[in-house]
């Protein structure tokens, strides 16, 4: 299989899709100006929020910032157990 | 007449802004079009050394801004070309020598005699660009298919966005293309640059010598033959006249019989 990417080319982790995707993050961030750390402080206090509603499977809570066209999108995924009330 | 304003921008230096200012402004004039070349890197005037004309500039855009001299005596008209004209930066003052409201003016006056008035803009963000565009209804927006780069053009694209009343379009070349690299995934490719960037395709242009060699010359690619750069600067300009022209295939001219078959090949082989 290296040998077949090495011949055919696409590897996953080639420089030119690292950039990529390092790109499509640090855009995200640039375009919102959103200072670093700030995601993880709203992630905490968003998961804060749910669980006072629900027990939640927080190994399986997935936060996500993608982009449509010009534009970000939060995506949260939280996989709930059962409600608290 | 009213003709259009093309600003042509980047954020990043040396992305090809100058380049790519000199070869669409003579790619157009052969087409026909009468063109007005400007140098808005004031204080930092490279285009009449690409087009070759640094010899015969008397008065700058700055002198015709603070009335020394009238716009037609600071043209300078390319013998090589009867319908191209170059307005030269100074190169002894700096961007504050000019403003916004002086630049629209001065845009107007430029269309009323001319098809295309090409702006060619400093880098950065500041009030140099922002002068720049002043006047203008359309950009053209350089990157390379470096990170920095690219990141630097998402800001302009985002600037631009903020001034839609004013530009009401704006397309991107990518400049310096390595198709080896790309294949081999070592370079972002143009779908790569389009998906993060999002925003419309002008063109895009191969890195080549001959670019270095052109500018040696003072003879801009666009106007010779037998040059993939060229070719590609000409395909721009006709894409702005209105045509359909396809992208140029990047790798045609090493296309041997091996490289073929790995073509041929490789969409089954990375299943
Ligand atoms: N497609 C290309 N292939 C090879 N060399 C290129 C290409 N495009 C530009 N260059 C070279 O890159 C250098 C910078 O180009 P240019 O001066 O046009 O950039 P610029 O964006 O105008 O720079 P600045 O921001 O300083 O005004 C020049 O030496 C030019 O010859
Ligand atoms: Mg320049």
Redesign the pocket.
Known sequence: MQLLNWIFGTPANSSGSLAKDRMRTMLVHDRLELPAGRLEILQEELLAVVQRYFELDKETTQFDLQQYERRAALIANFRLLRSKC | MSGRVIVIT?G?????????SANIGVALANTGASVALVDM?IG?R?LDI?MGLENRVVYNLVDVVEERCKLRQALVKDKRMPTLSLLPAAQTRDKTAVNAEQMKKLCIELKNTFEFVII?C??GIESGFQNAIAGAEEAIV?TTPEMSAVRDADRIIGLLEARKDEIEQYRLVI??IRPAMVKSSDMMSVDDVLEILSIKLLGV?????E??IS?NKGEPVSGTDNTR?GLAFRNIARRLRGEDVPLMDLDAPNSTWISRLVKFFAPVARV
Do not use: C, H, M, Q
């Open positions: 980047s990043k230096g040396g992305v090809g802004k100058t380049t790519a890197d930092l490279n690409l060619d400093p880098a350089i400049n310096r242009v191969p890195e080549d010598e670019i270095i500018t750069s």
